[in-house]
């Protein structure tokens, strides 16, 4: 008995030891955790305020002032995921991740570095002084301004310091090309598009998370992850007023209809496309059916054959470079467009689509265009690209 009372004070000791242990490693939340719990909890409240729509409830949390910029986006979700508080005494920096999803449109939400200023209020709350993009992150549309929100038929146009009638006629631009890009590749996808209108090129820029002078002379572009799956946030066609202001009626047509075409088979394009057949294929779409011949969509290859400078390869990847020349980048733009007009006059526009599709379901690059040309058009890289050479003279020689 004295020995089983012996071994029972042992114990008595170890356990105490590891309960002594457990506190002095963190058995109790230190105050970065708490911190940390306490932010997320204020964050969860401010998310739901959003949805709902409630002013007064995202007032309790920190300042509201910008939710008059977001307010009249349509969200189906909105949420924050604390990453990081940085404390000091009263104040503290939070790095989060806001995931949100446009209602009708992003099928899986859009995540969006943040990084958010807050203090202890009088209660000893945590409150929001201010949020914004992390370091090197792109901005929000809301960022920018308020924001507002014109629907089309098969559109959604979020602007920024545009007037609605503007806006409208984005709306009108699109809703024409989602039916002509279905013509054209089939009706296999989302078949609605989200544009978004800033007030000017450096909005562009910011919305990408890009210098200004990477986008200059662009009129467009869309976002988006080539391959995603089905459940996907959906692209966003980004409009570079100043450069899309100087264009004629057709040719915003053109440039809406393009971009809608790299919205419609975003799945189908992978590592393996080369931005030949991707960007020759949505300028084939948008020229498709307007009746521009190819001395009037490509004058810059027009002068070179007319020189007798007929360019000796497809255009490579580098070759679409915005940091390039004006000249260089539309010598790119119209050759990948003439190869992707020759497939469909030589081999007929169903044949154009297939050939794209088994480009890209190659996955990777090498092998993957010449693998398509024996499968689908019976020819090989050397003779694909001598014809095109030779369709390039004859159509604008």
Request: hydrophobic share 40%.
């Amino acid at each position: 008995m004295a020995g089983r009372r012996r071994a029972s004070g042992h114990g008595a000791v170890v356990v105490c030891l590891l309960l002594v242990s457990l506190v002095a490693c963190g058995g109790r939340p230190t105050a970065a955790d708490t911190a940390r719990a306490d932010v997320q909890h204020v964050l969860d409240r401010r998310a739901a305020a959003v949805l709902d729509r409630d002013s007064a409830a995202i007032a309790e949390t920190g300042a509201a002032g910008w939710f008059q910029d977001v307010s009249a986006v349509p969200l189906a979700t909105w949420s924050y995921k604390v990453t990081g508080v940085h404390r000091d005494g009263s104040t503290a920096t939070a790095d989060a991740e806001l995931r949100y999803q446009v209602q009708g449109y992003d099928r899986a939400p859009v995540t969006a570095a943040r990084v958010l200023d807050l203090s202890l209020d009088a209660s000893g709350q945590w409150y929001v002084v201010s949020e914004k993009p992390a370091t090197k992150a792109s901005q929000q549309l809301w960022d920018q301004g308020e924001v507002t929100v014109v629907r089309g038929k098969r559109s959604l146009v979020l602007g920024v310091g545009q007037s609605g009638e503007k806006l409208h006629t984005f709306a009108e631009l699109a809703d024409r090309a989602v039916p002509a890009v279905s013509d054209a590749w089939g009706t296999a996808w989302s078949r609605h598009v989200v544009v978004l209108v800033p007030k000017s090129l450096e909005g562009m820029a910011g919305l990408l998370g890009s210098p200004a002078s990477s986008y200059r002379g662009i009129a467009a572009v869309t976002t988006g992850e080539t391959g995603a799956p089905a459940q996907a946030p959906a692209d966003r066609i980004i409009v570079n007023p100043d450069a899309y202001g100087l264009l004629g009626t057709l040719g915003r047509q053109v440039v809406l209809t393009h971009e809608t075409t790299h919205v419609a088979t975003r799945a189908d394009t992978s590592a393996a496309t080369p931005l030949w057949l991707s960007e020759g294929y949505a300028d084939w779409v948008g020229y498709r059916g307007t009746g521009r011949t190819p001395a009037e969509a490509a004058p810059e290859l027009g002068e070179a054959v007319a020189e007798r400078r007929v360019p000796a390869a497809l255009p490579s990847d580098a070759d679409f470079g915005f940091s390039g020349t004006a000249t260089g980048l539309a010598l790119s733009y119209e050759g990948g467009w003439m190869a992707c007009r020759m497939i469909a006059d030589r081999w007929g526009e169903a044949k154009l689509g297939e050939f794209y599709r088994a480009v890209g379901a190659h996955g990777k690059r090498p092998g993957a265009v010449e693998g398509a040309l024996a499968k689908v058009l019976d020819t090989d890289l050397a003779d694909f690209t001598a014809e095109w050479r030779q369709y390039l003279r004859t159509q604008l020689g």
